[in-house]
């Protein structure tokens, strides 16, 4: 029942459509979410319904990178094209394909994070039910003579709460059997994040990428200062129990955030640092593997293969909190 008090719902909740007009994004479609709670996000349609902006109660959460808002009809697959479109946003979904570097084989070329995560959702919609708001579409990873993979999504925004779900279920509708990858490119931008955040994570140890990410091992967890020159850094994080938790908290800026998962469905997480100038953010990327790219996957026997007509679900809980 709508209050007497108001003349549409929007006053306090629900969803709005909008299309960019200019540059690069031109075209694009895009759902302005409202929980009427604290919570406002801007969902990409165009770009797998992942996350492009999400604010809490006026703060800034997520990471806008320099390349801004990019339509897929630019995205270039070829090696490490993928950054040239690479928004990041709150959210980039990476696969299904290919996660991490760029590789080749079977006589394929597999591009930097797979293709998933450029390409436009179908049948999306959204509606309020249960006091809830839900957007769902499907994203087809398929070729002729090849794979036949589809992520099928939900968000989920409880009207009264300031948590959202991320579901997704990827269905092989293929009549053989199917490698796939997936990872949660979620990724934290100042003003929550800054050298005032912390960093915590339930995780049972952090494991560093390469010489580089050795480098800092010991201050994975210090959130520092943008710096000129800066190289990535990347922590492999594993868990153990059932539930995994990775919280960013800014008490100055009176705000925190928390990312939840399941270890078992979803077993590998990466933390990407990167504390450049312009490039300043850092990812809490769940997934079903590390960026390693599907060929070193493969020869560490880490791939997972959905079997013809199969389908796996995952999850993730995002929890915006005052601090």
Known sequence: MISPYIGHPSQLYGVEEHRLVGGKGDGMRLFEVNNGNGIHMTVSVDRALDIARLYFKGINIGFFSPVGYVSSGYYDEKGLGFLKSFTAGFLTTCGLANVGVPCAMDGEEFGQHGSIGNTPADHASYRIENEKIIISGRISDEVIFGR????????????????????????????????YMLLYHINMGYPLLSEKAELSVSSDCANPRDERAAEGKDVWNIIEKPQAGFREQCYFHTFSGKQAKASIVNREMHAGISIEFDPNVLPCMTEWKMMGVRDYVMGIEPGTCYPIGREEAKKEGSLPVLKAGEEKTFEIKVSLFEA
């Open 148 to 179: 036949k993979l589809a992520l099928e999504r939900q968000l989920v925004f409880p009207l009264h709460e300031n948590v959202f779900y991320i579901r997704d279920t990827i269905v092989n509708e293929g009549d053989k059997d199917e490698a």
